[in-house]
């Protein structure tokens, strides 16, 4: 297959890519603009997660692709071979086996290490968006630090709910800078934002990139008397049994029966796998 | 005594039209200044370039700050600015919608200054907030409720409650009982009066009403055109008016 570039996208849309990306992890936090261009798929499906991943691949990568914790669904699987066929990289499901990840709505419950790369699909790169219509005044917002106005969300969400109702997406401050969103993965995640790996962050249909690099401090917005709370369903695993990770609530009838599965279903496998 | 403001030769131009030309005065703490003029005759642009919401063409804008005296607050940085209108600073707009957040509670509505200068503890900004809506006369069970679902009367009482949490030594008011019917004022103007005594605050007060400033000014500013045409005493100024226009101005009020 020689009709693609390597990687889908031309070397100069690559390099202008990588400028941005080098200067969000000198940024931590801070949403960088770049020219994103049109991918082989529609807005909302990953396109900046795409082209983050394109910029960043190697020929000696190997490449594992989630969506909502799973390698086996539509997005992920039409992810992986894309770029099996316009890059012929080698690819995994296995969390461990992977030098770059690109992920949808989640972080793998293994611990990602120094070698890793995490790329994460962002729909709605400003966290202050849904307060302050108004992307000039967001702007100035964040040069000034001017975020009072995120902790007026939470106090709402405590008044009206008794407590931080916001459940994915949930605002965090990166090395005391920037407020940033750490796309719509679920406030059990949050922790795990202070990672090893480097983590990139792509919107598409936005024209952002910004990144967390290896072992940056990231603090999850919260009261002193409200503090944060990574809560996740109060049950095991249906399938492993375990019981420290986020897991997917599944209705197998019509009766209503449900069963708690892991939502990362590398991490639920292995642990079946070992236990057989 | 130093004063808390002092304005010199300040200048402000649309294009070729004049908003304020070469506005002069100074403002002592506790005092209150009022400022009368019809439609268009700069009053509005003044206090919006004195509170920092426009940038003037010239002239200095001298502010006795907490920390560091007296400072231009022309030439502070934007930062700086943003903070000093949120702490010592405040300001009541006329229509109280373009003072409050519509879609966030009365009880959000309030704390958010204090949010905005560093409060992270939840009970305590509710428990101001809770004194707050009790002293500009709004029942506490209110406190979750939208400011769409109160009264224009209530809404203008939650913008005053709003800009006063953090205890600012100067308000800025354009036309605060505009649009209220006029039971609704009188007791608007009472509050006003009250808090402003009770906390030694110093005001400056746009209006077109010269009953309002009757009741609220210690002295009194006529503009016209742009420029000051009158200042002295309120009274003084209503009762023996020297400039055509004041005089104009003063036997035009209706007497019921």
Redesign the interface.
Known sequence: MTEYNFAYLDEQTKRMIRRAILKGVAVPGYQVPFASREMPMPYGWGTGGVQVSAACLTPEDTLKVIDQGADDTTNAVSIRKFFEKTAQIAVTEKTAEATIIQTRHRIPETLLTEDQILVYQVPMPEPLRFLEPSEVETR?MHA???Y??M??KL??D???HGEIATAYSYPVMVEDRYVMSPSPIPKFDNPKLESAALQLFGAGREQRIYAVPPHTRVVSL?????PFDPSKAPHPCALCGAEDTYLDEVITDDAGTRMFVCSDTDYCGARCEAAA | MTPLLEVQALTKGYGGRIGCSDVSFTLYPGEVLGIVGESGSGKSTLLNCLAGHLAPDAGRVIFDTRADGPRDVLAMS??ER?MLG?TDWAFVHQNPRDGL?MR??A??NV???L???GA????D??AQAVDWLGRVEISDSR??DRPSAFSGGMQQRLQIARNLVTGPRLVFMDEPTGGLDVSVQARLLDLIRGLVRRMGLSAIVVTHDLAVVRLLADRLMVMKDGRVIETGLTDQVLDDPQAAYTQLLVSSVLQV
Do not use: N, T
């Open positions: 100035k000034l630090q001017d009072g106005l902790h007026v106090y709402e405590i008044a009206r919260d009261f002193e008397d409200h | 934007e930062p943003r949120r957040r966030i509670s009880g959000g704390g958010e200054r949010m905005a200068v992270r503890h939840y009970g900004i509710r406190i979750d």
